[in-house]
C-alpha cells in the first residue's frame, strides 16, 4: 500500500509539472501573439471607431487614410465661405482654396497615431464601443489670406489720420484727426478655423465686423500743446549773389522747418539737420576755419543756426549749448551768432515754457526769418542786448609783389577789429522787468588788414 501511494503521489506531480509547462509555454506564446499582432497590424491601422468628419477610417491603414484625406481636400477646398460685410446688404463668396484654408493631413494623421498607443486596449475598446472623431484640422495661408482681405478693404477700410499741425508761409494750420476703419484679420480667421474643427456642413457665413481705430494725435491734444499764434519773428539778411551759399541756407531751413518742440524737450540743430556733406545735398561755399575764410561744404548753415539763436532768446527758451564764431560775421553784431560743426559744436536749447513751441521757417529773396508759434499770453518780453567790454585794432600784413613798382599799393583785404563783448537777457512783465540773465562774454579775433605793395624798381 505505502508503495502504491508514493508511485501514485509521483504520478501526479509529474502531470502538475506538464500542466504548469503547458500553461507557462501557453502564456508566452499568446503574449507574443499580441505583440506580434499590434506591431504587424495594429500598430500600421486606425483604431477600430475613428472617424475623420463624416468618413469611417477605423480599421485603414495609414496610406488608405492618406488617400481618403487627400480626396477630402480636393472636395473640402470647392466648398463655399459667404462674408458679409458690415452694414451692407451684399455677400462676398470664395472658396476655401480662394481664401488660402486647406486641411492639415498631417496633425490628422498624428492625432490617429495618438489614440493608437501600444497595448492601451482599453482605450482602444472604448473607441471601437464609444466612436471618436477627429476634429477638423486646418490651416490658414496667411499671404493668400492677407490679399483676398486686402481686396474686401478697398473703398470699405482706412487708416486713421493724426491731427496736424504746421505752418505755411508764416501762418499757422490746423488739419483734424480722423478715426481709421478695418478689419480684425485674426479674429476673422480664428472665428473660421474654430468653426471649421467641427466639421461643419457648408457653406459657411461669417459677419465681417469693423473695428474702429483711433488715431495717436487728436485735435484735442493739439489744442493742450498751447501752440495758438506768433510769440517771435526774427530775421537775417544775406547777399543773394552767392549760389551755393543760398542753396545752403535753404536747404538747412528746410530740414529745420515745422519743427515740433514739446515742454522740457532738447532742441539740437545738428541731430535735426546732420551732418552738412557734399553726399547730403550740401555745396561748398565760404565757412570760417581757424579765423580765416575757406571754401568748404555747407558754407552758409551758421547763418540759420545763428538767426533760430536769436528767435530762442526772444522766446526765453533756456540755452543749452551756443558757440560764437573765431571773428565776427556780416549778418549779426557780435555776441548774437551761434556757430556749429558736425559732432562738435551744436546749438542746442530747452523748451522751458508752459506751452510746446513749433519752429517755422521761411527763405524770401535775401531774407532768412525764423518764427516760433507758442501761446503769446503766457510769453514773457525778452530784450537781449551787448555791451562791448573791449576792442582790438586790426593788424596789417604787407604782400609783396615782384612784378609792381615800388609806388604800388592796395588792400586787399580790409581789416576788421576785434571784441570782446557781453551778451545779456532780460526779461519783462507787463512792462516791468523781472529778471536778468547774463549769456556770457565772447572774443572775436580781429581780422588783419592785407595791403598789396610793389617792390619793383621805378627804374
Not at 475613428?50 to 492618406?66: A, M, P
Not at 515740433?260 to 550740401?282: P, T
Not at 536778468?436 to 617792390?455: K, M, W
Request: proline residues 5%; hydrophobic residues 40%.
Amino acid at each position: 500500500m505505502i508503495i502504491i501511494k508514493l508511485f501514485n503521489k509521483r504520478y501526479l506531480n509529474k502531470i502538475t509539472r506538464a500542466r504548469y509547462f503547458k500553461f507557462i509555454i501557453g502564456f508566452f506564446l499568446f503574449i507574443f501573439s499580441l505583440v506580434v499582432i499590434e506591431y504587424f497590424y495594429f500598430q500600421e491601422r486606425a483604431p477600430l471607431g475613428t472617424f475623420i468628419g463624416e468618413s469611417y477610417v477605423g480599421g485603414k491603414t495609414y496610406g488608405e487614410i492618406e488617400t481618403i484625406l487627400k480626396e477630402m481636400k480636393e472636395n473640402m477646398e470647392r466648398e463655399m465661405i459667404y462674408l458679409y460685410p458690415d452694414q451692407e446688404d451684399i455677400y462676398l463668396n470664395y472658396s476655401l482654396a480662394e481664401i488660402g484654408i486647406t486641411i492639415e493631413q498631417e496633425k490628422i494623421i498624428e492625432e490617429i497615431r495618438h489614440l493608437n498607443q501600444p497595448f492601451n486596449y482599453l482605450c482602444k475598446l472604448q473607441t471601437a464601443l464609444k466612436g471618436v472623431i477627429i476634429p477638423g484640422l486646418f490651416k490658414i495661408k496667411s499671404v493668400r489670406f492677407e490679399s483676398v482681405l486686402a481686396e474686401i478693404k478697398k473703398g470699405r477700410c482706412f487708416p486713421p489720420e493724426d491731427a496736424e499741425i504746421w505752418a505755411e508761409e508764416g501762418v499757422l494750420k490746423y488739419r483734424p484727426h480722423k478715426i481709421g476703419k478695418s478689419i480684425d484679420e485674426k479674429k476673422l480667421s480664428a472665428e473660421i478655423l474654430q468653426r471649421l474643427y467641427h466639421w461643419p456642413s457648408f457653406p459657411l457665413t461669417f459677419q465681417l465686423e469693423t473695428e474702429v481705430l483711433f488715431p495717436a494725435r487728436k485735435i484735442s491734444d493739439i489744442m493742450n500743446m498751447g501752440i495758438k499764434d506768433k510769440i517771435v519773428t526774427f530775421s537775417t539778411f544775406f547777399d543773394d549773389s552767392s549760389l551755393n551759399r543760398n542753396h545752403n541756407i535753404s536747404l538747412a531751413a528746410k530740414a529745420l522747418d515745422n519743427i515740433l518742440l514739446s515742454k522740457g524737450k532738447i532742441f539740437s540743430f545738428n541731430e535735426l539737420v546732420g551732418e552738412a556733406s557734399l553726399s547730403s545735398g550740401y555745396r561748398e561755399a565760404p565757412i570760417i576755419v581757424n579765423e580765416e575764410l575757406v571754401m568748404g561744404p555747407g558754407g552758409g548753415i551758421c547763418q540759420v543756426s545763428s538767426t533760430i539763436y536769436n528767435a530762442a532768446l526772444l522766446s526765453g527758451l533756456a540755452i543749452e549749448e551756443r558757440h560764437h564764431h573765431s571773428i565776427p560775421v556780416t549778418y549779426l553784431p557780435p555776441g548774437l551768432d551761434a556757430t556749429i560743426a558736425y559732432n562738435y559744436l551744436d546749438l542746442k536749447f530747452r523748451n522751458n515754457l508752459p506751452f510746446d513751441i513749433l519752429l517755422h521757417m521761411q527763405v524770401l529773396g535775401n531774407e532768412l526769418r525764423a518764427i516760433f508759434f507758442g501761446d503769446p499770453s503766457r510769453s514773457l518780453e525778452v530784450e537781449v542786448i551787448t555791451r562791448k567790454l573791449s576792442s582790438i585794432p586790426p593788424p596789417v600784413h604787407y604782400r609783396e609783389l615782384s612784378d609792381k613798382p615800388s609806388s604800388y599799393r592796395e588792400i586787399i583785404q580790409a581789416g576788421r577789429e576785434g571784441f570782446t563783448v557781453e551778451t545779456i537777457r532780460i526779461f519783462f512783465k507787463d512792462g516791468v522787468e523781472i529778471s536778468r540773465e547774463s549769456l556770457g562774454q565772447d572774443h572775436y579775433a580781429p581780422r588783419p588788414e592785407i595791403r598789396a605793395v610793389g617792390v619793383l624798381s621805378e627804374e
